[in-house]
């Protein structure tokens, strides 16, 4: 069998397993439950080749054991030590057994505090830039355009810089006041919404903070509204493979 | 009237997926209409960010998708491996997230090099152009090994030479010169988790970063970006088709006929231009149209599924 006749009958399993997949759609049947099932096995297999050949194999087993030349000869010692990993790691499974399972929390203790170590560095990695650039200007300092101006202009169809452009740059202009306005009142509005260790009252702070929860809806919206968009990139994607790989059609 | 409307709500959820597979099915087949689109500021800094890293240096992509996202995500990674491959750009690929990751980005390439094949143009071949780096587990403790040291991180990687041979990867040309994270020209991850927010704390500071995501993923990162730690963004199949609109038309670069089709108001002087070979439209202007289709027959159904139920309250007298 030639290349072209496995690459055909390789695409129409796969469409028929969409067809199967997406028959739930209509209802609950036995078409849906075994497709889905060859899904979870072949997945799950394929996970565990995966992990013995891209990480075990390469990151343990080679380097405990040592490694030789293609023509035989010496390449770089075994490090035995990394024996003492694979006892480590199988007492995780001991998890199972009830009188033995407090010899799991060992590795997942090892685990845990190495995340944890981690995470000292990483939270100001992650959140400093945010914080830093939550800082913003709210009073305008230019007044010669309502707008922002751009720092070049078009000479004789090439862009060239303004002279003044230095000058330009560390201007506000009153529609990027606005903006950082619009920002700040979200940003601080959305965290007075989680102030939950002191008592909100006053009409004006309760009021702040019911627009707290407004700004999160919103949020909550849009990334509900992307969701929407990502399911429909993906079953737009499968009908694409079915109609456009398989049948031919539409190519 | 009311009655009708009422009725509205009635509508069985299975001809509701009829005429959304009908009506999908039909813009995939008929209807090849590539919309003018205005890519958004964010995708437009990851194209400038594409197209701008020093070409000497490779470039490591986190490729953390699998065919559960493969609607967007592949969008993504076929558009940023093809402008990669025009511009000459040697590339790392690897994940940190699952093991079938690393599959399905070895499919893309091999998909985008026989299309460069049928176009005449050069096929990038692994360890000369290219390196595939397979899976590294527990992204927080790779990402952190990258961070402290590539050189052990990666050192005991090998791959194939061009004689067949397995290798050490650092033996390859594509790292030549690289012996830390810092040494790359640009750091890319395509992923539909949250192992591009491990990547920014552990690698942010010491790379220049740019995301491509799912949708889901977009709202997500966009502090990231606003706070400079991405430099650029695509999100979901509208970034995917941002980032091919950008490969054919360039930024702020004017067409044989004068015209600039893709303007960065905020940013003029800044003039990228298309990619000069290849494939530039791919998944995403294939499937853009269908997903604006999508979208308009979910807001109806959802205008109709709400008048329909105001309706029904008019009758039953629940509402003045």
Redesign the interface.
């Known amino acids: 069998m030639n290349q072209e006749n496995l690459t055909y009958i390789n695409v129409m399993l796969g469409s028929l397993a969409i067809i199967g997949l997406y028959s739930v759609?209509?209802r609950e049947n036995l078409v849906y439950r075994t497709v889905e099932h060859i899904f979870l096995g072949l997945?799950a297999g394929?996970?565990v080749?995966?992990?013995w050949?891209?990480?075990l194999y390469?990151?343990w087993w080679?380097?405990m054991t040592g490694k030789l030349t293609?023509d035989g000869k010496f390449d770089s010692p075994g490090f035995w030590p990394y024996m003492l990993l694979f006892p480590i790691g199988l007492m995780a499974y001991t998890v199972f057994n009830k009188e033995k399972s407090w010899m799991s929390r060992i590795p997942i203790g090892i685990i845990l505090g190495?995340?944890s170590g981690?995470q000292i560095q990483?939270y100001w990695?992650?959140f400093g830039?945010?914080i830093?650039?939550s800082m913003v200007p709210l009073i305008p300092t230019a007044t010669d355009s309502f707008f922002a101006v751009?720092?070049?202009q078009?000479v004789n169809g090439r862009?060239e810089?303004k002279a003044n452009a230095v000058q330009i740059l560390a201007n506000l202009y009153p529609t990027e006041a606005i903006n950082n306005l619009i920002f700040l009142v979200t940003l601080l509005s959305a965290l007075a919404y989680f102030l939950f260790s002191v008592d909100i009252k006053g009409k004006a702070l309760m009021g702040f903070n019911k627009l707290g929860r407004w700004m999160l809806m919103i949020?909550f919206g849009?990334?509900f509204g992307?969701?929407?968009?990502?399911r429909?990139?993906?079953?737009?994607?499968?009908?694409?493979y079915i109609?456009?790989d398989w049948l031919k059609?539409?190519v | 009237m009311w009655k009708l409307l009422a009725d509205a709500q009635k509508i069985k959820r299975e001809y509701l997926f009829l005429v959304l597979v009908v009506s999908l099915s039909a813009t995939l087949i008929g209807l090849k209409k590539a919309l003018p689109q205005i890519p958004d500021s964010n995708s437009m800094d990851l194209y400038a960010v594409m197209m701008t890293s020093d070409p000497n240096k490779p470039v490591f992509i986190q490729s953390d998708w699998t065919n559960s996202t493969r609607g967007e995500s592949r969008g993504h990674f076929q558009g940023l491996v093809r402008s990669l491959m025009a511009t000459n750009r040697k590339f790392v690929f690897y994940s940190v997230a699952d093991p079938q990751a690393p599959q399905v980005a070895r499919d893309a390439i091999r998909t985008i090099n026989q299309e460069r094949k049928k176009q005449g143009l050069r096929e990038y071949k692994p360890w000369d152009d290219y390196l595939d780096l397979g899976l590294f587990p527990n992204a927080e403790n790779s990402l952190n090994a990258f961070s402290n040291s590539i050189k052990s991180a990666w050192g005991g990687r090998r791959a194939k030479d061009s004689t067949g041979r397995e290798r050490p990867v650092f033996d390859s040309p594509v790292l030549q010169g690289v012996t830390k994270i810092e040494d790359c020209g640009a750091y890319y991850v395509v992923s539909a988790s949250n192992s591009i927010d491990i990547a920014i704390e552990r690698l942010g500071t010491k790379v220049t970063m740019g995301g491509l995501v799912t949708g889901v993923m977009g709202p997500g990162m966009l502090p990231y970006y606003r706070s400079g730690q991405l430099k650029g963004l695509t999100i979901g199949l509208v970034g995917v088709y941002d980032l091919e609109y950008m490969m054919e038309h360039g930024i702020n670069t004017a067409d044989e006929a004068g015209n600039i089709v893709v303007k960065n108001r905020t940013k003029p002087e800044q003039v990228i231009p298309p990619v000069p070979e290849g494939t530039t439209f791919g998944q995403g202007a294939t499937n853009n149209l269908a997903l604006h289709i999508a979208l308009t027959l979910m807001i109806l159904a959802i205008a109709l599924g709400n008048v329909g139920m105001i309706a029904k309250k008019k009758l039953e007298g629940g509402t003045k």
């Open positions: 759609l209509w997945a394929y996970a080749v995966g992990l050949k891209d990480t390469i990151q080679l380097p293609d190495l995340w981690q990483i990695n992650k830039p945010m830093e650039a751009p720092t070049t078009l862009i810089q949020g849009a990334i992307s969701t929407v968009m990502a429909f990139a993906l079953v737009i994607d499968r009908l694409a109609w456009q059609l539409g």
